[in-house]
C-alpha cells in the first residue's frame, strides 16, 4: 500500500533534497501474520513465566514453519472477558479432562480490541 504523505515535515525534507514527493510504503497485514505475532508473544511470555521445561509447548509448528490452524490457537472474541490490566497474564483452564494454558493478551494502547487468548500449551514438564 503506497501512501503520498505531505506534512509540514516530508515537505521541508522533498525540499531539502530536491525530490517532487515521497512515497511511504507499508506491507500488507493479513489475520494470520497477527495470529503468528499473538502466538509468539503468548510462548515467549510463558517460557519467560515458566521456564522451557515447565510446560509443553503446542504453539512451534505455527511459530517455526507456520503450519496448521492458527484460529485453532489463537482467539479474541469473548464479549463479557474485557482486556486486562497488564498487558500478558497466564491462566490455566480444563476442557474436557485436559488442562490448558492460556495466555490472555491485551492491546494496551488500542483499548476496542478483545481480549485475546493463546493455547500455549499444557502445564507440566517438557519431555
Avoid at 497485514?29 to 502466538?39: E, K, Q, S, T, Y
Avoid at 509448528?61 to 469473548?78: A, H, K, Q
Amino acid at each position: 500500500m503506497e501512501t503520498n504523505l505531505d506534512t509540514d515535515q516530508s515537505s521541508r525534507v522533498m525540499r531539502s533534497l530536491g525530490w517532487k514527493e515521497i512515497l511511504w510504503h507499508s506491507p500488507g497485514m493479513n489475520a494470520r501474520d497477527v495470529a503468528r505475532v499473538l502466538a509468539k508473544t503468548a510462548h515467549a511470555f510463558a517460557w519467560y513465566e515458566l521456564g522451557g521445561a515447565e510446560f509443553v509447548p503446542l504453539l512451534l509448528p505455527l511459530i517455526v514453519r507456520d503450519e496448521g490452524s492458527c484460529t485453532y490457537w489463537v482467539g479474541g472474541f469473548e464479549p463479557r472477558r474485557s482486556q486486562l490490566k497488564t498487558p500478558v497474564a497466564l491462566r490455566e483452564i480444563d476442557v474436557s479432562g485436559t488442562t490448558y494454558l492460556i495466555a490472555d493478551i491485551s492491546m494496551m494502547a488500542l483499548p476496542h480490541l478483545p481480549l485475546y487468548q493463546v493455547v500455549v500449551g499444557l502445564p507440566g514438564k517438557a519431555t
